[in-house]
């Protein structure tokens, strides 16, 4: 899910923390995603001593002097594992920080609606927590095979900004798988 901008009056909403269980089903999900990046760390590790071995061994040794023509190659491969490292750690850890975050309760509605122009590829329209007087408290892009209909529903909503809908009228969506996650989140996908 995208989302939009958070509505100003959502910060008088009530408010909860996030339990231990569900800021650990995140922790969880967030060092799954790290034993994944430890490939492209170790990648730009190596390729970085690559690069300055061979800087250092053309300074230091006369006769292998055009040696440093090749550093630039390794140092970029390192450059490019690093980038590759952050990419795969930057959704997971920002989720992780959003746990520190306000969970908001709303008594309103929970709307949802077709795809509209803005919306991209992909995405099956967008849903809604609605105040009670039907203002938009906030407004995620959902993704998905089927286009949502129009539909308006009266609920007891839990919803993070980041995450999107936690529970409505005490249900969970499953957003936060239910239990804890297995180690380093491995298998969670068969799950589905």
């Not at 730009?44 to 630039?72: M, N, S, Y």
């Not at 849903?127 to 009266?154: N, S």
Request: hydrophobic share 50%; charged share 15%; net charge positive.
């Amino acid at each position: 899910m995208r989302s939009s901008g958070l509505h100003p009056a959502t910060r008088m909403l009530a408010q909860r923390p996030w339990t231990a269980r569900e800021r650990n089903v995140v922790w969880r999900g967030l060092t799954g995603r790290l034993a994944i990046a430890i490939e492209p760390l170790l990648g730009t590790i190596l390729l970085g001593l690559f690069a300055w071995g061979i800087v250092w061994r053309a300074h230091h040794v006369k006769a292998q002097a055009t040696l440093i023509v090749v550093a630039p190659i390794f140092a970029l491969g390192a450059v490019a594992f690093f980038i590759y490292f952050i990419a795969l750690l930057a959704a997971p850890l920002v989720a992780y920080l959003q746990t520190y975050k306000p969970i908001y309760v709303v008594d309103g509605y929970v709307r949802f609606r077709p795809p509209d122009e803005d919306s991209a590829a992909g995405e099956c329209g967008y849903v809604a927590v609605l105040f009670e007087d039907q203002r938009t408290a906030y407004e995620w892009h959902c993704i998905g095979m089927k286009r949502y209909q129009p539909r308006t529903i009266p609920a007891m909503v839990e919803f993070s900004v980041f995450g999107g809908i936690h529970s409505i009228d005490g249900k969970s969506t499953g957003l936060l798988p239910e239990g804890d996650l297995p180690l380093l989140a491995v298998g969670i996908n068969q799950r589905h």
